[in-house]
């Protein structure tokens, strides 16, 4: 059974940055591609940055271009999110997801098929 765990998650000020971190056990993580997703309260989940098997390919959503950096080491087993610049409105729970389906990363929470429980991320203004 592949398991997920979040963690990097906290309180900032508007400005500051933080770094996720995304575990995994169960399986190896270079058989997968993988996602940041996030959700707010009283929204949808929505991908927030994907990542390909390899690395290579890179995706995110317009509104954190520039600003938040996926990245990926699979001698580790492991996925990050490097969060800068940071707003009010990056104010969610952040979820990663696994989908060993396909090479690149897909923008749908039903491309994927494994979660962790996620870690909340608060900016104050």
């Known amino acids: 059974q592949v398991q997920l765990v979040e963690s990097g998650g906290g309180l900032v000020q508007a400005g500051d940055s933080l770094r996720l971190a995304c575990a995994a056990s169960?399986?190896?993580?270079?058989?997968?591609?993988m996602g940041w997703f996030r959700q707010a309260p009283g929204k949808d989940r929505e991908l927030v940055a994907g990542?390909?098997?390899?690395?290579?390919?890179?995706l995110y959503t317009d509104s954190v271009k520039g600003r938040f950096i996926i990245s990926r080491d699979n001698a580790k087993n492991s996925v990050y999110l490097q969060l800068n610049s940071l707003k009010a409105e990056d104010t969610a729970v952040y979820y990663c997801?696994?989908?060993?389906?396909?090479?690149?990363?897909?923008?749908?929470?039903?491309?994927?098929?494994?979660w962790g429980q996620g870690t909340q991320v608060t900016v104050s203004a």
């Open positions: 169960g399986a190896t993580l270079d058989s997968a591609a």
């Open positions: 997801a696994a989908d060993f389906d396909r090479f690149r990363p897909g923008r749908a929470t039903s491309d994927y098929e494994f």
């Open positions: 990542i390909s098997r390899s690395g290579g390919i890179t």
